[in-house]
């Protein structure tokens, strides 16, 4: 018998039973977005953004009537001293649905920026725990308010049959405008929410940003009052387009404030073009520090 040590080396075949395996690889630029993993991981955008809405109103004593009593308290503030006492021209229009259309999509917008700009670092034991697409959770942020978006609407629907206000056509092109104001919340959020990771002055930043940036939109005013040869500075506001969709697609092609030339309001959508698609970017190309800084 030879006392000389054998060599062995053993080569294992995968098998049809085998997990699959899942390669993690860095992104880089706007050929790498992998926009495709959202869609794969869709249930778990649903779960967080279902989170997100039983979060927000656990152990409150009203709950979800929280969601019908801030557009009404907000419409009340808003009509009492904008229109009773500074009398903003509504053209014709009661103040109260001249402000609420256009107060509809401005709130689903400031909730779902707020909410978003701190999901990351909200989730931070999620991130450093598991793998997923990091764009799930600001996107699931924005998602989970769209559930207020549609209670706000039937309370305005009927404040609309109380002013005997009826809706038109124009209407079917709502679903396009909250897509528009989607889109614009994430644009946005997505800046924020990666930027939050490493500076959290951005905690301190959004409200104040929030805040001003309404007055800056045509929300308890229309684009009427602005002077001609500076309405165009409401095109660079991409909430400008929206804010007026809404009052037009609920008010009719008459509503008031609608005043526009039609080429501002394609600045307005080019400006939301460029920061989604550099906010995707510059998400993607920075998602794999968040574990580490978050």
Same mark, same amino acid.
């Given at each position: 018998m030879s006392s000389s040590a054998e060599s062995t080396s053993f080569s294992i075949q995968p098998t049809a039973s085998d997990p699959p395996v899942v390669m993690i690889q860095p992104v880089h630029g706007w050929a790498s977005l992998r926009l495709r993993d959202v869609w794969e991981y869709r249930e778990l955008l649903l779960f967080l953004a279902w989170r997100d809405i039983k979060v927000r109103y656990k152990q409150t004593a009203l709950g979800v009537i929280w969601v019908l009593l801030q557009p009404v308290i907000t419409i009340a503030i808003f009509s009492v001293i904008f229109g009773a006492l500074m009398k903003v021209?509504? *053209?014709?229009?009661?103040?109260p649905i001249f402000a609420f259309a256009a107060l509809l999509p401005w709130n689903y917008f400031a909730g779902a920026l707020t909410r978003s700009s701190t999901s990351l670092v909200g989730s931070a034991n999620l991130i450093t725990k598991v793998y997923f697409p990091r764009l799930i959770i600001p996107l699931s942020a924005v998602v989970s308010g769209l559930i207020d978006l549609g209670v706000s609407f039937l309370v305005l629907i009927v404040l609309m049959g109380y002013y005997g206000i009826h809706l038109t056509a124009a209407l079917v092109l709502l679903p396009m405008l909250v897509l528009l104001v989607t889109l614009t919340a994430l644009a946005f959020g997505l800046w924020l929410s990666a930027?939050?990771?490493?500076?959290?002055?951005?905690?301190?930043?959004? %409200? #104040?940003?929030?805040?001003?940036? @309404?007055?800056?939109? %045509?929300?308890?005013?229309?684009? &009427?009052?602005?002077? *001609? /040869? #500076? /309405? #165009?500075?409401?095109?660079?506001?991409? @909430?400008?387009?929206?804010? *007026?969709?809404? /009052?037009? &697609?609920?008010?009719?092609?008459? &509503?008031p404030g609608f005043q526009m030339s039609g080429w501002i309001y394609l600045l307005s959508a080019c400006v939301l073009v460029v920061v989604l698609m550099s906010g995707l970017v510059y998400f993607r190309t920075t998602e794999q520090t968040f574990a580490d800084i978050v």
């Open positions: 021209p509504s *053209e014709g229009t009661p103040y930027l939050n990771v490493r500076y959290r002055d951005i905690n301190y930043l959004v %409200p #104040f940003l929030v805040q001003i940036w @309404m007055y800056v939109t %045509p929300v308890i005013y229309g684009t &009427a009052l602005i002077p *001609e /040869r #500076f /309405r #165009f500075l409401l095109g660079l506001n991409p @909430m400008t387009g929206v804010v *007026e969709g809404f /009052r037009w &697609a609920l008010l009719g092609p008459s &509503a």
